[in-house]
């Protein structure tokens, strides 16, 4: 029994030894986001990968200035009060190109008016 063991005692202790002998790879980021992309893909093989970085700082950024953009007109709007001026209403209502791009969206879309 024990010269059954001693041949995996002796494997399994050279395992441990190139265990802790193996020298250390210095990665860098650029390594792991391609090691990790490479992973991602082969986990997925049918799913596009995700954007890049670049793409995703560009939206955030457009989310952030159209967020502020939005909140500065509402508070514009509040400010100077919600009723509409008689006379651009009136432009608007009485102007014929308005209404017939109304009546052409309605159109497209498939509504009824």
């Given at each position: 029994m024990t010269d059954k063991k001693h041949p995996v005692d002796k494997v399994e202790q050279a395992l441990i030894q190139a265990h802790r002998?193996?020298?250390?790879?210095?990665?860098?980021?650029?390594?792991?986001?391609?090691?990790?992309?490479?992973?991602?893909?082969?986990?997925?093989?049918?799913?596009?990968?995700?954007?890049?970085?670049?793409?995703?700082?560009?939206?955030?950024?457009?989310?952030?200035?159209?967020?502020?953009?939005?909140?500065?007109?509402?508070?514009?709007?509040?400010q100077t009060g919600l009723e509409p001026d008689p006379l651009a209403l009136h432009m608007f209502i009485s102007d014929p190109l308005i209404l017939q791009t109304l009546y052409l969206f309605v159109y497209v879309s498939g509504a009824m008016l």
């Open positions: 002998t193996r020298p250390q790879v210095e990665t860098d980021a650029d390594w792991t986001r391609r090691v990790m992309t490479r992973v991602q893909r082969e986990r997925h093989p049918g799913r596009p990968t995700a954007p890049p970085d670049l793409t995703l700082r560009l939206v955030w950024r457009f989310a952030k200035v159209a967020c502020t953009f939005a909140f500065v007109l509402v508070f514009f709007a509040l």
